[in-house]
């Protein structure tokens, strides 16, 4: 079982414009054991999609799980830590 799993995952915010896509379709695996970095320019929601995986905001659709568990469940908490840009640490 992959540690991580994250398919066609899609983020549509509500704006006063109308709605804006912010993920579209992001997908990949991480196998337990493995590390990985999340890379992208300013923008590519990178931190959207450790949002989603924390169970800090939930997916418009698709498909993310840590170890097996839907990330919007409370219990992906067991698995899962982050400290977000701009977090007071002290």
């Given at each position: 079982?992959?540690?991580?799993?994250?398919?066609?995952?899609?983020?549509?915010?509500?704006?006063?414009?109308?709605?804006?896509?912010?993920?579209?379709?992001?997908?990949?695996h991480v196998?337990?054991?493995?590390?990985?970095?999340?890379l992208g320019?300013?923008?590519?929601?990178?931190?959207?999609?450790?949002?989603?995986?924390?169970?800090?905001?939930?997916?418009?659709?698709?498909?993310?799980?840590?170890?097996?568990?839907?990330?919007?469940?409370?219990?992906?908490?067991?698995?899962?830590a982050t400290?977000?840009?701009?977090?007071?640490?002290?």
């Open positions: 079982m992959a540690a991580v799993v994250v398919e066609d995952l899609v983020k549509d915010y509500s704006t006063r414009k109308g709605r804006v896509r912010a993920l579209a379709g992001v997908s990949f196998e337990e054991g493995e590390i990985v970095g999340l320019p300013n923008g590519a929601e990178k931190t959207t999609t450790i949002k989603i995986l924390c169970g800090l905001v939930r997916a418009t659709s698709g498909k993310a799980e840590v170890f097996g568990v839907p990330s919007y469940r409370p219990e992906v908490a067991r698995y899962v400290v977000l840009e701009g977090a007071r640490n002290f």
